[in-house]
């Protein structure tokens, strides 16, 4: 397991390799970018600056790994995120799965970013032609996030 | 007891304030903690109302309001998180 929260840009290849690097019990690789948009709630957006709380981050990250370990069957999992300014067309976040299967890479990889929209302490401040502003949660994360739970419960029942 | 008080982005903004140090008596929960905030008036009833969206962690974990605050216990009280 890799967790990083870093100012630095990333690799997805140097990342994916160096997960598979040296196994053969991995069959799948599922990934996910996430990047700064130069249009957000109908503004153009010049730059954007991540805050996060660096006594919980790394924590809270590690929980939504430990969640989705428990879930699913993962041969390992890579989660990276950007902190400080970025620019409209840089990657703010990686998240890479390995399983045997796809299955449970693609349903993991998606978990891992609801979960993370949700419950990681990141916040972002966009830098628009009408100033600044702190980016509002949306409740479409949220029900994005509340799917994994509906399911848990339907698994239960 | 005392407690570490840390206020992050918009609410760090809107308070104008980073962290603080907060007696309480007791043993008290996070609401009774956001009762203490919210008698100074002002700002902080603007932002920590019943109606408004905010998030509080106890020693770096989310809890909800009833949650307990241990003795010298690092809360924070941050805005609906926006990374990803």
Known sequence: MKISVQTEPFDI???????????????????FIGLARDRNSGSEVSAMTLEHYPAMTEKALAAIID????RWTLLDVTLIHRVGRLLPGDPI?????????????FAACEFLMDALKTRAPFWKKEETF???????????????????????????? | MNCRVLYFARLRERFDLAEESVELAGTPSVADLLAHLQARGGVWVEELGATKSFRVAVNQQLVKTDAHIPDHAEVAIFPPVTGG
């Open chain 1, 130 to 157: 009408e100033g600044e502003r702190w980016v509002e949660a949306r409740e479409s994360d949220n029900a994005a996030a509340d799917r994994w739970r509906t399911n848990e419960n339907n698994r239960n029942t």
């Open chain 1, 13 to 31: 290849g140097i990342e994916t390799a160096a997960m598979s690097n040296g196994r053969t019990d991995i069959g799948a690789i599922a990934s």
């Open chain 1, 67 to 70: 969640e989705a370990l428990q």
């Open chain 1, 93 to 105: 976040v990686l998240v890479i799965v390995a399983s045997s299967h796809r299955a449970e890479a």
